[in-house]
């Protein structure tokens, strides 16, 4: 009577206990492998502890920074910084308009972002504000401004949209009408090198100053993703239940223009 049976677990999928503290050990050293494999090689988180690329980045923001996006530079690997000068592997030359995390010339010590403007033999120049690029003013339109509150006090910013020549489009910040950096002379883009800019241009150290030229070997990679960001003014270390209202979720998980 009835009909032929299967032996006991025949055709399931069922998973395996793990059968002692070895293979929890070896399960343990491979998510570790994986994770510091993304780290070094993949994706490196970022924060943004100044506001020279206002209002693309706030301080506050924690980004994803592409590492393989230009090769892999000594700057872009672990430890890379004790290692003699060599040519980036698997190179990859930075498009006009990346954001872009560099090792600085002068200190590498120190990681910097900017705005990659100026590619290896371009001429760049400010003339009252605007920028110009091999003797052609970058189209400029001027927007809403940028609104700042600072603990009440309401600040208005003049805000513009930059395009860039093949069409590469984001926002700045004109916050001094014809300021000292406004009108500079002719940059010309040494060979193998960039000429970088922040987003907030009357507010930041970049190739018009003590950034200069950045060499394609200290490049590490490029902003990618936004995927965190707080207000730091709103909370602070032993606040936390200030923390939620601090959040910006609207910058949460958002392409970096």
């Not at 010590?109 to 100026?118: A, E, L, T």
């Not at 006090?153 to 020549?165: D, G, M, W």
């Not at 002379?185 to 000429?195: C, K, L, R």
Request: overall charge negative; cysteine-free; aromatic content about 12%.
């Amino acid at each position: 009577m009835g009909g032929q049976q299967t032996s006991s677990g025949e055709g399931r999928a069922e998973a395996a206990p793990v059968e002692s503290w070895w293979d929890i050990l070896k399960v343990l050293a491979l998510a570790l492998l994986i994770a510091l494999t993304e780290r070094t090689l993949l994706y490196q988180p970022y924060n943004i502890p100044s506001g020279s690329m206002e209002e693309t980045l706030l301080v506050g923001d924690f980004l994803l920074v592409e590492k393989f996006a230009y090769g892999y530079s000594r700057y872009a690997l672990p430890w890379g910084r004790l290692l003699p000068s060599f040519k980036p592997l698997f190179a990859r030359a930075p498009e006009r308009g990346d954001v872009v995390v560099f090792a600085l010339p002068s200190d590498p010590s120190r990681d910097f972002i900017k705005r990659v403007i100026g590619l290896p033999g371009d001429r760049v120049q400010m003339r009252h504000g605007v920028l110009y690029l091999n003797d052609k003013p970058v189209p400029k339109l001027r927007v809403a401004d940028y609104i700042e509150d600072e603990n009440g006090y309401i600040h208005h910013v003049a805000r513009y949209r930059e395009t860039l020549p093949g069409g590469k489009s984001y926002l700045v910040l004109d916050r001094e009408s014809d300021g000292p950096s406004d009108t500079t002379a002719v940059y010309t883009v040494p060979a193998g090198q960039y000429f970088m800019l922040g987003d907030n241009r009357d507010d930041s150290d970049d190739s018009r100053g003590i950034v200069g030229y950045v060499p394609a070997e200290n490049l590490i990679g490029k902003a990618e993703l936004k995927f965190f960001s707080i207000d730091e003014r709103k909370t602070g270390v032993f606040t936390f239940w200030h923390w939620p209202r601090a959040v910006r979720f609207a910058r949460l998980f958002r392409a970096i223009d």
